[in-house]
């Protein structure tokens, strides 16, 4: 288990906390994230685009001339894909699912996995306690700039776009109006994170981290931490292949 430094809203440290490895020692799978990451994205797709076929398209329903005679193609409506006005062969339609199914062990390790990352890249900053004595932005941009002078967070300060997402335990209007007009930063609960969100923006800020992270390991219970296989030494596979001779001989 790894240890982290928690900061007061002032950015003094206030003490350590131990981090669990089940989700702050997870290997980086970019396979799988990236595969979690395409089906939440195509989850949250919405069916827009949509043509109609020459079933729907109005009009049509006389024949355009008769079948025989007049020396001209064969027609039986003038709402067929080859009129203009018709309808459309093979168009988008609405009715189509984009959706694609990911299983929950799959969404944890890949949140376990993208957390792992973003700490060992030293992006994830533990806060005792976010206060503030109403919805005052004056007092967020204070707070956030005494964040920013902590080595390695100078980018919440200066960092126009996705800079952070600030974690919350519990929802906190105050807090989260605070931040409302921070184009910025994104405000949410530590139950909804996900790893296209953490993707997105460049620092995890945690609130309140006991609570939360004990709210993280109930998501990732499920999945076991990964452990690297050891090597074997070399005087080992000597000392086999001294014994495979004996028994030859």
């Known amino acids: ?19 669990p490895d089940v989700l702050f020692a997870q290997p980086w799978n970019e396979s799988l994230v990236h595969q979690v990451v395409v089906a939440m994205q195509a989850n949250a797709r919405t069916s827009v685009a949509h043509t109609k076929n020459r ?21 039986g409506s003038t709402r067929s894909p080859i009129w203009v006005g018709g309808g459309v062969t093979f168009g988008p339609r609405n009715e189509k699912v984009f959706g ?3 299983n929950k062990k799959m969404r944890s390790k890949a949140l376990a996995s993208v957390i ?15 206060t503030f004595s109403g919805p005052k932005s004056s007092e967020a941009l204070v707070s956030l ?9 100078d980018g919440l300060a200066t960092k126009r776009n996705n800079a952070a997402l600030i974690a919350l335990a519990n929802t906190d209007l105050a807090v989260v109006k605070s931040f409302s007009n921070f184009g910025n930063v994104e405000i949410d609960e530590v139950r909804n994170l996900n790893p296209m969100d953490l993707l997105q923006y460049k620092y995890l800020i945690i ?20 452990v690297p296989v050891e090597e074997k030494k070399p005087a080992k596979k000597v000392a086999k292949k001294v014994a495979s001779k004996k028994v030859t001989a």
């Not at 700039?145 to 967070?153: D, H, N, P, R, V």
């Open 207 to 226: 609130v309140a981290p006991e609570e939360s992270i004990q709210t993280l390991e109930k998501r990732v219970s499920g999945i076991s931490v990964s």
């Open 145 to 153: 700039k005494a964040l920013s002078k902590i080595e390695g967070f």
């Open 116 to 130: 792992s990352r973003k700490l060992h890249d030293g992006e994830i900053l533990f806060v005792d306690t976010l």
């Open 1 to 19: 288990m790894t240890k982290a430094t928690i900061y007061t809203q002032d950015a003094k440290k206030k003490g350590d906390i131990t981090l």
């Open 55 to 75: 079933g729907e398209v109005r009009g049509g329903g006389k024949k355009p001339w008769q079948q025989k005679g007049t020396g001209r193609a064969r027609h």
């Open 100 to 102: 694609k199914q990911v």
